[in-house]
């Protein structure tokens, strides 16, 4: 079946360092990729998407590539924030189903 | 905002005892899940309701059911409670069925449960 496999946490990072969360999957076909994010006692919101190999889907300064010749979609930013502190989660849905299977999530800890 | 409530935000009850959440999904969706989130098993997959039927079941125990009403408000009955059982329950909703759909889910905030 389908899996998401994210780095275990938590990431503490100081304020503009560059922030990697890496995400490989497994998924029959050809799934769609998502990064969700949970900020403190928040539910989870959608960051950024792709659709398809080759894709790159960014917000708010973070970027994930869809690389299917390595099945990953590792998460990205040049410089992270205090206020980027929160549970990120790796996601992937195929098959027609419409359910995300979800990563474990991975914590980031910014200090100042 | 997501745009999806739900209620109670906060709930503790006992051993044995019996509870219901509640959710609505954003205007317009048709479609609504139920996720379980807890510290050693991450975010579960329980059961998708589409329009009033079920679509979809994931790792839901038979002592837990839903339903999702005309009114596409769903609700997550949950009963002879566990120690086990707490968590925070999450309730999302998406488009599914219109065909610009790609598995993008809309998160309410979350029923915290906790069993004593």
């Known amino acids: 079946g389908d899996s998401v496999t994210q780095m275990e946490g938590p990431v503490t990072l100081s304020e503009e360092a560059f922030l990697t969360i890496n995400c490989t999957y497994t998924?029959?076909?050809?799934?769609?990729l998502f990064w969700y994010v949970q900020y403190p006692g928040e539910g989870l919101q959608l960051l950024l998407k792709?659709?398809?190999?080759?894709d790159k889907g960014s917000n708010k300064g973070f970027e994930a590539t869809y690389r299917k010749e390595t099945t990953s979609f590792h998460l990205e930013k040049g410089s992270v924030q205090v206020s980027d502190s929160a549970v990120y989660f790796c996601?992937?849905?195929?098959?027609?189903?419409?359910?995300?299977?979800f990563g474990r999530g991975t914590s980031l800890i910014v200090h100042p | 905002d997501s745009g999806v409530t739900q209620t109670p935000k906060h709930l503790i009850t006992a051993t044995g005892q019996r509870v219901t959440l509640r959710c609505s999904p954003r205007?317009?969706?048709?479609?609504v899940y139920w996720y379980q989130q807890s510290l050693d098993q991450g975010l579960q997959f329980l059961i998708q309701?589409?329009?009033?039927?079920?679509?979809a079941k994931g790792n839901i125990l038979e002592r837990f059911s839903a339903q999702q009403f005309p009114d596409l408000h769903s609700e997550l009955n949950l009963s002879s409670l566990e120690l086990g059982d707490s968590a925070l329950y999450f309730c999302?909703?998406?488009?599914?069925?219109?065909?610009?759909?790609?598995?993008?889910?809309?998160f309410g905030e979350g029923s915290r449960l906790t069993v004593l």
């Open positions: 999302a909703s998406s488009v599914v069925g219109t065909g610009a759909n790609t598995g993008e889910l809309f």
């Open positions: 998924a029959t076909g050809y799934p769609s």
């Open positions: 792709a659709t398809k190999a080759d």
């Open positions: 996601a992937l849905s195929s098959g027609g189903s419409y359910i995300p299977t």
């Open positions: 205007s317009g969706d048709l479609s």
């Open positions: 309701y589409y329009n009033g039927e079920e679509r």
